[in-house]
């Protein structure tokens, strides 16, 4: 039972674009969420994260909305740079609860 | 990784042997989760501890798997008698207190398992 969803495992973005990286989750009960940035033999990095009772968190280059109604979220990343280059986790919890994550999507910034 | 050390980074074991995997949380954190990463998939939780107590261990498989995080000294993940489907990297993270939003887990860099 997959709870937090990533379906695009891959993206590309030109370098200075928008990157948008989309979550889906279907526990109502998830009260926080998170976005972790991983490299290839290294451990997720904490990027940014967002309370239920917000829509909007913005950290610099990085923003994440999310929609309650349509349990979704989405990390923005602007402009897009070189060193964006990762893969991307969209994770989630509540209460003092362990940490569920998702597939993950690679992100890709062309020069 | 803001401090959390895995050790061994890569471990190489034969069916039927023991792996043990290590992680000394940041300075000052009690609350230890770990993780384990399957090829081509995202991290699913297996158990979390406090010190001396485990507080959850939900995502552990019934058998051969065992946690501890003692008094003294780092947390530690026992596999025993390991088979070919225990390779995967595993992820320890800790937090100063429960998780949080303003508290997220910092990861290690992890442990590759390899299972001859």
């Known amino acids: 039972d997959q709870q937090v969803k990533q379906n695009s495992p891959s993206l590309s973005v030109q370098e200075g674009r928008i990157s948008i990286l989309n979550c889906d989750y279907t526990?109502?009960?998830?009260?926080?969420f998170l976005w972790y940035k991983k490299y290839p033999a290294e451990g997720p990095t904490f990027l940014i994260s967002i309370s239920s009772i917000k829509d909007k968190n913005e950290d610099g280059r990085f923003t994440v909305f999310l929609n309650k109604s349509a349990k979704h979220l989405s990390l923005h990343i602007v402009p897009s740079q070189p060193g964006d280059s990762a893969v991307y986790f969209c994770?989630?919890?509540?209460?003092?609860?362990?940490?569920?994550f998702g597939t993950g999507t690679r992100l890709t910034i062309i020069p | 990784n803001a401090g959390v050390m895995q050790n061994p980074r890569h471990l190489v074991r034969r069916r039927g042997q023991e792996a043990r995997l290590r992680c000394s949380p940041v300075?000052?954190?009690?609350?230890v989760y770990w993780y384990r990463q399957l090829p081509e998939e995202g991290l699913k939780f297996m158990v979390y501890?406090?010190?001396?107590?485990?507080?959850?261990e939900s995502g552990m498989p019934k058998e051969r798997f065992s946690a501890e995080f003692p008094k003294e000294g780092p947390s530690i993940l026992r596999i025993q008698q390991v088979v070919r489907g225990d390779s995967a990297a595993y992820f320890c993270a800790s937090s100063p207190y429960a998780t949080g939003d303003d508290q997220p887990q910092h990861f290690g860099d992890g442990t590759r398992l390899s299972i001859l």
């Open positions: 300075k000052g954190h009690s609350h």
């Open positions: 526990n109502s009960m998830f009260d926080y």
């Open positions: 994770a989630a919890f509540f209460g003092n609860e362990k940490l569920t």
């Open positions: 501890l406090q010190k001396e107590n485990i507080i959850d």
